[in-house]
């Protein structure tokens, strides 16, 4: 099984096949508008201008399932990625990206690479973890998805070669993605 037997609709309602990204390397986040970590944003559609034309596709999907920071539509999530990040990269249609209503290509991530922790490094991880500990303690249970910009880094086989928590910038990820295109 690789993400290419996954089907997924884009924000604008339409079906895409995970296989007509295959060849590609590809990195799948779950993003929100209105999380500390949203500033990732224009790091990841630095990286797709970068990247793109040697085969980076990046695939934002937008949730609100953490303390409600996706409230939007599916046209205010465009207009925002748009008008403040100016991103370029396919948003796909708001969901559970945890729990028993994930979606299942997040099921399906999250079941091949499990959390391995916070980079306690970055500034807004104690803020993260304490939060997580005091408002949503089962969050830390298991491999779910802790909180937004959780990033998956698939190889062109469509085989989940890593996971990055939301203390990982995608910059930090740069070196791993070019070993892969």
Known sequence: MSIYDFEVNTLKGK????????GKVVLIVNTASKCGFTPQYEELE??????????LEILGF????????????AAEITEFCKINYGVTFTIFEKGDVRGENAQPL????TAQKGFKGFDMKHPIAKILKDALEKNFPE???GDSI??????????????VVDRYEPTTTPKEMESAIEALL
């Open 106 to 109: 997040f099921k399906y991530l």
């Open 146 to 159: 802790k909180w937004n910009f959780t990033k998956f880094l698939i190889n062109k086989k469509g085989e």
């Open 62 to 73: 937008p949730c609100n399932q953490f303390a409600e920071q996706e409230p939007g539509s």
């Open 139 to 141: 969050y830390l249970e």
């Open 46 to 55: 630095a990286l797709y201008k970068k990247y793109k034309d040697q085969g």
């Open 15 to 22: 079906k895409v096949s995970l296989k007509d990204y295959e």
